[in-house]
């Protein structure tokens, strides 16, 4: 029989009346405790699986028949190949996917890879999904295995966070950096064309707090090289741009009057700052329109 002894910091202790012995049980969901010893759930493991079993194990998936399509069975790459890879715009002058493949150190023919470029092949797998999210006919008419379906969407984040990178969405492709890339260096990613920034803060992958700064930088430099023209437009939208991107973060560090804004605050003030951006350039446009009309 056991009766209760005491309980102390997440764990009970039993004493055990017929053998006198003490057995204590932690309360903490992730942690079994049981006569003294203390294992780890299942919810507490790490995986410590190297790179290279993930690759294999990714690979068998994808060059099984893995994808429906018009009726028809594909292996993926058999599907990227015949169906995407054409409209991939960022393919440069490679003919089709495996040509492709071959370059960024991915031979799918053999279980070797080097980190370098199984990274290379998470990047390029992200960046085949986005393409499909993108042309809806393929969105809406492609059916994955279930097993297919788990490798692009769940796994690969993993895999990204375990080996200490993260993925960034701008423009229309997917780039893997380092998560502690140098604000500066990651910047120089960014598209220069005014249209493609602008489209790049509205990206729905776009949420995170970092790239809101990063696009919102790289705004900002364009609309100081015409800084009086736009002050001229609207003097009080164009100092609260100014607070907003100089005290609140996105260059140099947050002042102390906004020390205390949660990180939700702060991407719905950038969020504001963006929208009194567009109407400066708005502004712009609308003067030209009155200078055309009055001309005619």
Known sequence: MLSKKSSKNDFLFYYNTKNDSLTFFSTNINLLVVG??????????KQDEPFRNEYNKMMKILLSKCISFDKKEYTYFDFVNHYLFHNWKYRGTYIDCYEYLNNIGVNIKTKKISKESFLNLLEFLSN???LISNLKYYKDNIKYSVKCKSILNHNIPILLDSLGY??????????????????????????????ELLLAYKNIHNTGIKMK????????EKLI???????NY??????SIKIVILK??????????YMNLSNYKLKKYYDYCYEMILFLLETENILRYKDEIKNT
């Not at 380092?178 to 500066?184: A, G």
């Not at 609207?234 to 100092?239: K, Q, V």
């Open 248 to 257: 609140m973060g996105i260059i140099g560090e947050i002042d102390k009057k």
């Open 234 to 239: 609207n003097s009080p939208i164009y100092t």
């Open 225 to 231: 090289k015409d800084k009086e023209k736009y002050k």
């Open 166 to 195: 993260q993925a960034y969405q701008i423009d229309e492709k997917i780039i893997i950096q380092d998560k502690s890339i140098q604000y500066e260096n990651l910047m120089e990613l960014l598209p220069n064309d005014d249209k």
């Open 36 to 45: 003294g010893f203390m294992r780890i759930s299942i919810f507490q493991l």
């Open 213 to 220: 700064r990063l696009i919102l930088h790289k705004i900002y």
């Open 128 to 130: 085949m999904q986005l």
